[in-house]
């Protein structure tokens, strides 16, 4: 099953957008070697533009959104709409147990772990996430792969490549965008992303920009700071003569702001957010051999899939400088020997309603076959997860996060 948007920047046609960045000297996804998609008769971008002797003409292309992150969207969309949905299973963790013991250092860093939340929806690694591992069952406990218990057999008994239908049960969304539990299980169990899209711009042209902004009051290139005096952590640098730690004005956001003038965007020919759900992928999940439990299965999956494709679409801004906004859409059927998808009646402008309808549907199915949703389980934050986020708040303050 394939899927197509044909997106153009909100300012309009022709305007740049920003790619994300990446670190290393390229900075940007952008290869000078693409090719322009063209539509064809039946609409789908199932050629590219060619020259008069019918090769593909080379353009740039640069990515705009990556698998990861256009995966991510679609998730964070479902579990915003979960309610209207009828409720979604999965995990969560919570800062919010009730303890009146906070982590050991600054005290005032406890407003970060009050606040935190985490869900297999929204972590990195869904339900095999160490977020999920580490919680605990019940306030002030130990974490679960430390003390055993319940939901450590229930995440250790995933497995998508025997019997899925725990994992249908309790985090449908990893059979559907992937996972991956390598440590402290019996065997690997993982399952291959079955949604997956990327926004890309092709006959993409750099556009070349900078900045310059004056300060309020001259500043002296010879001034130092004392930066406890103006209220800010101590640098690790830069002592003065006298002991004291001392740093720059511009390093605290004082003086003129001057950017070199570097590719601060693109502009594209053709922007378009292509992607598929692998029917493959979901009808080879196993359910113990129960061929009506796979079926069904992968029918929910894939209108779960849909629904949140659809759904993200809605949220045009991907970052800073890239609002995209979709003109039209195309949902299909790739069948072996066809060049072009059979096209699927599926409105992109139907409401939460209507995929809760589609979605209550295909799970009645599911629970005639002796598949359920489970409800959500709730888990809280392990002593040492507290720790490392109230670390993290003392280490944002004082500017020093670790990067990978």
């Not at 339900?127 to 450590?152: F, L, M, N």
Request: with cysteine; glycine share 10%.
């Amino acid at each position: 099953m394939v899927f197509e948007h044909d997106l153009e920047p909100a300012w309009g046609p022709g305007t740049p957008v920003a790619p994300p960045t990446y670190p290393g000297p390229s900075r940007y996804a952008h290869s000078p070697d693409g090719f322009v998609p063209r539509a064809t008769d039946s609409s789908w971008l199932s050629d590219v533009v060619r020259d008069e002797s019918g090769r593909p003409v080379s353009a740039d292309t640069v990515v705009l959104d990556e698998v990861q992150s256009q995966s991510g969207r679609a998730e964070a969309a479902l579990w915003d709409a979960r309610y209207d949905l009828g409720g979604l299973p999965g995990f969560t963790v919570t800062g919010k147990d009730g303890s009146s013991e906070l982590p050991a250092g600054d005290q005032s860093a406890d407003g970060a772990v009050q606040d935190a939340y985490v869900t297999s929806w929204t972590a990195g690694h869904r339900h095999a996430d160490s977020w999920i591992q580490t919680a605990t069952e019940e306030p002030g406990g130990a974490p679960i792969w430390k003390a055993g218990g319940a939901v450590r057999e229930l995440l250790q008994s995933m497995n998508a490549t025997v019997d899925a239908s725990t994992l249908f049960a309790y985090a449908p969304n990893s059979l559907l965008f992937g996972f991956w539990l390598s440590t402290d299980v019996e065997r690997q169990h993982k399952a291959p992303r079955a949604y997956s899209s990327r926004v890309t711009g092709h006959g993409a042209r750099p556009v070349y920009s900078s900045v310059t902004k004056s300060d309020s009051f001259p500043i002296s290139k010879d001034s130092v700071v004392d930066r406890m005096e103006m209220g800010h952590a101590p640098a690790k640098k830069s002592k003065g003569a006298d002991g004291k730690r001392t740093d720059r004005p511009s390093n605290l956001g004082f003086g003129p702001v001057i950017v070199n003038m570097d590719v601060t965007g693109f502009v594209c020919e053709v922007i378009v957010a292509r992607g598929a759900i692998s029917l493959a992928a979901l009808r080879g999940v196993q359910y113990g051999g129960d061929q009506t439990k796979r079926d069904a299965a992968a029918v929910a999956l894939t209108v779960l899939g849909i629904a949140g494709d659809v759904l993200s679409r809605r949220n045009s801004h991907l970052r800073s400088g890239c609002d995209l906004v979709v003109t039209s859409s195309r949902y299909g059927l790739r069948r072996h020997g066809k060049p072009t998808p059979d096209t699927l009646d599926v409105d992109p402008n139907a409401g939460v309603d209507f995929w809760a309808t589609a979605l209550h549907l295909a799970l009645e199915d599911c629970r005639k076959a002796g598949l359920e949703w489970a409800e959500p389980i709730n888990l809280y934050l392990s002593a040492p997860q507290k720790k490392l986020i109230s670390e993290g708040a003392d280490a944002t303050r004082s500017g020093e996060v670790e990067t990978k």
